[in-house]
């Protein structure tokens, strides 16, 4: 049964600290993604890796940084947690190819900040 | 840029009706489209995808969508809904390679309500 797990499913941190969400596949997938999902707003791309130590910024990265130093592991760093990043954050992954193009996505970590 | 608009915030169905949950697009190049879904408090699963073919795909649950080139719809469908599709749906589209990658962009979502 191929998985993406993320390492919490709730958390809770204090503003201005340092918050790291960690998400691995199982999959052998070339790509990763985190998202945030905000009600009204959908799924918004964070960041996304292609390949290990590869990153592209997604539609919303400010405030965000990430790490893929191994192919299986795609970590979402929030250097200062502000209130404004209390979400719902979804990983995901999918092959390279055209072939099985579709994602899947971890149990999702709902971060609250306070 | 690429992008997927979900006209609908929310759509209501008698159980046994169809269902219709609408979906546009806009990207370069050939669309890579999925349907995904997620129930409370979980993360999205698998539906269906169009990638080449037949216009008409079929996938889980008894669902389908229509891909329609010259509309840039991708309308996700269901001949009799049943209340467990109560859920939140989502349209996506994969672009294609971007330095290498390949980004994945998704709609708004739509909630799907079937009542009795």
């Known amino acids: 049964d191929v998985k993406v797990t993320q390492s919490s499913r709730y958390l809770v941190k204090r503003t201005g600290e340092k918050v790291f969400l960690e998400c691995v596949q199982d999959?052998?997938?070339?790509?990763m993604f985190w998202y945030r999902q905000d009600p009204g707003l959908g799924l918004r791309l964070i960041y996304f890796?292609?390949?290990?130590?590869?990153?592209e910024k997604g539609d919303i990265p400010e405030g965000y940084s990430v790490s893929r130093e191994k192919k299986e592991r795609f970590s979402l760093i929030l250097e200062s947690a502000s209130t404004n990043q209390t979400s719902m954050y979804l990983c995901?992954?999918?092959?390279?190819?055209?072939?099985?193009?579709?994602?899947?996505f971890g149990q999702g970590t709902r971060l609250t900040v306070v | 840029a690429q992008s997927v608009a979900q006209p609908e915030d929310q759509v209501n169905v008698a159980e046994g009706n169809p269902l219709t949950v609408k979906c546009t697009y806009s990207?370069?190049?050939?669309?890579?489209l999925f349907w995904y879904v997620q129930y409370p408090n979980r993360g999205l699963q698998f539906l269906l995808k169009?990638?080449?073919?037949?216009?008409l795909v079929k996938g889980s649950y008894g669902f389908e969508a229509e891909f329609n080139k010259s509309q840039t719809s991708f309308h996700l469908k269901k001949p009799s809904a049943l209340v467990s599709d109560s859920a939140l749906y989502f349209c996506a589209v994969r672009g294609g390679l971007t330095g290498g990658g390949n980004k994945l962009t998704f709609g708004t979502g739509t909630q799907l309500k079937v009542e009795l």
């Open positions: 169009y990638i080449t073919g037949d216009n």
């Open positions: 890796s292609y390949d290990v130590k590869m990153k």
């Open positions: 990207v370069s190049g050939n669309p890579y």
């Open positions: 995901a992954s999918t092959r390279q190819g055209l072939s099985d193009t579709e994602a899947f």
């Open positions: 999959m052998d997938h070339e790509n």
